[in-house]
């Protein structure tokens, strides 16, 4: 195994083994080996430099920083434990930089403390010392002396230096810092594979193209690389986007795009409910409202005076066709009440704007299984006001309706508009009469 520097790339190195260290062995003689002698060099080079032995610090901050880092380092349970310890019995004074702070308790008393028995402690300790984060001190029984007239200076000690932990508490808290950020940065893009792998199995008919996307899955599941979970990612994005694209072609299939966006074929032939008959009865004025909202569509051509072009933005259509049927938020609000308990909205009463409707149909977007991606291109092609009627459209609709995802059915709308092909007023007029029949 080739040597290497301590915690190079985020992980303490070790190299346990070679031929000079094995035959010192034989000898009955310790050696240390380069990494540990490379770090041995660099922590007294520290101290030159600094002028002093080492720069203050609180126990407390040396414990947290230990903690933090201790789970990122290539470090046995016992090691950390045994470490851990050490930093524990040192006493607050010890880390003012006056002195070096020094772990003298002798291994039979650990053995007995730690549960762990004196040869693998001299194991544990040179692992430590292998790691960089203690050194021996002097040679000997350990013991520590102090002079507590001089607030606790230790004058004499035999044991482990404890001072490296403070000389590279920023180059441990770095790598602490490094690897949280690789793990936040994997538990993203698994986070996000879950959901295109769900999104894709939603719309996916094809058992062999299934079984890809499950693999992808696991793949992005069980990977540690960043980049294996990217390319799985960014496979099942491909997918989904392939899937999204057959979806649209079939619900433009199915809405016969070429009608005229602005002419479409309403031609009512429900009779009207029993309350709409009895109010034309009563109110004569009323029935001409009615009738007006019926021909609203003829109307619309009338007044313009010829049938738009499709090369016309979308959202531009789209928003004239809710203003050519007259719906409003307070009608579109009674119509699916599930739009209005999203917006918060309980009286009869109340006037609730487009405005508040957007983000009520944004969370209702979200709990029907619409990915963020898509609302956000649903309100860029559609126009803000379409994409509140076009999630109404699909709340009033039970779930039977929908062959495939109703997120993938939110797509499909999109890409109809985006195509020219989406006409709302057909969809509107079958709302209104499909949830008057509901409500009455």
Not at 5 to 17: I, N, Y
Not at 70 to 98: C, H, I, N
Not at 120 to 131: G, H, S
């Amino acid at each position: 195994m080739p040597n290497r520097t301590a915690l190079k790339r985020g992980r303490a190195m070790r190299v346990w083994k070679s031929s000079d260290t094995e035959a010192a062995a034989k000898r009955g003689r310790r050696l240390l080996s380069d990494d540990a002698k490379a770090m041995r060099g660099k922590i007294l080079c520290a101290r030159q430099e600094a002028g002093r032995l080492f720069p203050a610090i609180t126990r407390a901050k040396v414990l947290a920083v230990w903690t933090e880092a201790s789970y990122y380092l290539d470090l046995s349970d016992k090691a950390v434990r045994y470490l851990t310890f050490m930093l524990q019995e040192s006493e607050p004074e010890d880390w003012s930089g006056r002195w070096l702070p020094i772990f003298g308790r002798s291994n039979t008393d650990l053995s007995e403390i730690l549960g762990v028995g004196t040869t693998q402690l001299k194991t544990l300790a040179r692992e430590l010392i292998e790691a960089g984060l203690i050194l021996p001190h002097g040679e000997g029984r350990r013991y520590v002396r102090r002079d507590y007239r001089d607030g606790g200076r230790i004058t004499h000690a035999v044991g482990f230096d404890l001072s490296p932990l403070a000389i590279r508490v920023e180059e441990l808290s770095q790598v602490a810092k490094e690897r949280k950020a690789l793990e936040r940065s994997v538990k993203r893009l698994r986070r996000e594979a879950r959901h295109e792998a769900s999104e894709c199995m939603a719309l996916c008919v094809d058992p062999a193209q299934a079984q890809q996307i499950r693999d992808l899955a696991q793949v992005a599941k069980s990977a540690r690389d960043p980049a294996a979970i990217q390319a799985a990612l960014s496979r099942l994005q491909a997918i989904r986007i392939d899937l999204d694209d057959e979806l649209a072609c079939e619900y433009a299939a199915n809405n016969d795009p070429e009608r005229s966006v602005s002419r479409p074929s309403i031609i009512p032939t429900t009779p009207l409910s029993l309350e709409k008959t009895v109010t034309i009865k009563q109110s004569p004025d009323r029935a001409s409202d009615i009738a007006a909202s019926y021909d609203a569509p003829n109307r619309a051509g009338e007044k313009e005076g010829e049938a738009p072009s499709l090369s016309v933005a979308p959202s531009g259509l789209l928003d004239e066709a809710i203003k050519d049927a007259r719906l409003t938020p307070r009608e579109l609000v009674r119509l699916v009440p599930v739009l209005a308990s999203y917006a918060g909205i309980y009286d009869a009463e109340s006037k609730p704007t487009w405005a508040s409707l957007l983000d009520a149909a944004e969370r209702l977007s979200a709990r029907m299984g619409v990915s963020r991606d898509a609302w956000a291109s649903g309100c860029m092609i559609l126009g803000r006001k379409a994409a509140v009627v076009a999630v109404a459209l699909m709340a009033s609709r039970t779930d039977e309706h929908y062959q495939y995802s109703k997120g993938g059915y939110f797509r499909g709308i999109v890409r109809a508009a985006e195509g020219g092909a989406l006409n709302l007023l057909p969809s509107i007029y079958g709302m209104r009469d499909r949830c008057s029949v509901v409500m009455h």
